[in-house]
């Protein structure tokens, strides 16, 4: 039987806990083949992090190249360097209307350049967004897109919803527990549908860098083994939960550590 083919468009990470590294590794770990298109080199220390965008030629001769290759079952578009990057991989994406598409909207915002960070912006409201399966934001990248502040829990449902009304595509909203509610949650909504989701706290300590690359690439999986989307999620939260339970810490200069997506083999 021949694996499933994926396609990750993502930046590197290079402690591994998120980026290409984690997409890679969770498509492998769930027994697909993960293809890779590079947009950017991220090196990430202890109070800050380097972005080394690829050039947008880069980027295009990878997604050239994939292009060509037949039976892709899904994507997942992560960290997108700028608006270029973002209007070569809409066209891409344009390319292929059948496919399950999950976008994690790792935006990258420049100190200073509002009139740049307010165009990108447009461009994932207009262009990216209404052309996916979902989309998989924390909190703040929710605020960004929707263009409004999400303080509490009822913000961020009205948030939510508001984008989806204009934008088109299922939401599933990582909230954790920035709420300081009694459970960490995810809240999804679809056109038909509005859930939301209670977990256990884990216990300390919880390496948990990469969590939501992670969760977003097992939810790719499951799209393209035709689940629909709820049901995608609710797998794919538990396989990115094993993930976190099973976190590598990095040592002391890091003081944390990233997911490991083979933490669900151990259940």
Same mark, same amino acid.
């Given at each position: 039987?021949?694996?499933?083919?994926?396609?990750?468009?993502?930046?590197?990470?290079?402690?591994?806990?998120?980026?290409?590294?984690?997409?890679?590794?969770?498509?492998?770990?769930?027994?697909?083949?993960?293809?890779?298109?590079?947009?950017?080199?991220?090196?990430?220390?202890?109070?800050?992090?380097?972005?080394?965008?690829?050039?947008?030629?880069?980027?295009?001769?990878?997604?050239?190249?994939?292009?060509?290759?037949?039976? #892709? +079952?899904?994507?997942?578009?992560?960290?997108?360097? =700028?608006?270029? *990057? $973002?209007?070569?991989? /809409?066209?891409? !994406?344009? %390319?292929?209307?059948?496919?399950?598409?999950?976008?994690?909207?790792?935006?990258?915002?420049?100190?200073?350049?509002?009139?740049?960070?307010?165009?990108?912006?447009?461009?994932?409201?207009?262009?990216?967004?209404?052309?996916?399966?979902?989309?998989?934001?924390?909190?703040?990248? #929710? +605020?960004?897109?929707?263009?409004?502040?999400?303080? =509490?829990?009822? *913000? $961020?449902?009205?948030? /939510?919803?508001? !984008?989806? %009304?204009?934008?088109?595509?299922?939401?599933?909203?990582?909230?954790?527990?920035?709420?300081?509610?009694?459970?960490?949650?995810?809240?999804?909504?679809?056109?038909?549908?509005?859930?939301?989701?209670?977990?256990?706290?884990?216990?300390?300590?919880?390496?948990?860098?990469?969590?939501?690359?992670?969760?977003?690439?097992?939810?790719?999986?499951?799209?393209?083994?035709?689940?629909?989307?709820?049901?995608?999620?609710?797998?794919?939260?538990?396989?990115?939960?094993?993930?976190?339970?099973?976190?590598?810490?990095?040592?002391?200069?890091?003081?944390?550590?990233?997911?490991?997506?083979?933490?669900?083999?151990?259940?």
């Amino acid at each position: 039987m021949t694996s499933a083919k994926l396609l990750t468009i993502a930046g590197s990470d290079s402690l591994a806990g998120g980026g290409l590294q984690s997409d890679l590794a969770t498509f492998s770990e769930l027994n697909v083949f993960g293809l890779a298109a590079v947009t950017a080199v991220v090196s990430i220390g202890k109070d800050e992090v380097q972005t080394d965008a690829l050039p947008v030629e880069f980027l295009k001769h990878q997604l050239a190249s994939i292009g060509h290759v037949e039976d #892709l +079952a899904a994507i997942k578009v992560g960290f997108l360097a =700028d608006l270029e *990057q $973002a209007e070569v991989v /809409a066209e891409f !994406l344009q %390319a292929h209307p059948n496919l399950p598409i999950v976008l994690d909207p790792v935006l990258s915002l420049k100190e200073g350049s509002l009139a740049e960070n307010e165009r990108l912006l447009d461009f994932y409201r207009q262009h990216l967004l209404p052309g996916v399966t979902v989309i998989t934001p924390n909190v703040g990248e #929710l +605020a960004l897109l929707a263009n409004q502040a999400v303080g =509490d829990y009822g *913000q $961020a449902q009205r948030a /939510a919803k508001q !984008l989806m %009304a204009t934008a088109g595509p299922a939401i599933w909203l990582t909230i954790g527990e920035r709420f300081k509610r009694a459970f960490p949650e995810d809240l999804f909504l679809s056109e038909s549908s509005t859930v939301a989701f209670g977990q256990d706290k884990l216990s300390e300590p919880i390496y948990n860098n990469g969590a939501g690359c992670t969760f977003s690439a097992a939810l790719a999986v499951n799209l393209a083994k035709g689940m629909p989307v709820l049901k995608a999620g609710i797998i794919a939260q538990d396989f990115v939960h094993a993930a976190i339970r099973k976190g590598v810490p990095l040592g002391a200069y890091y003081a944390g550590g990233s997911v490991w997506p083979a933490g669900h083999r151990f259940n």
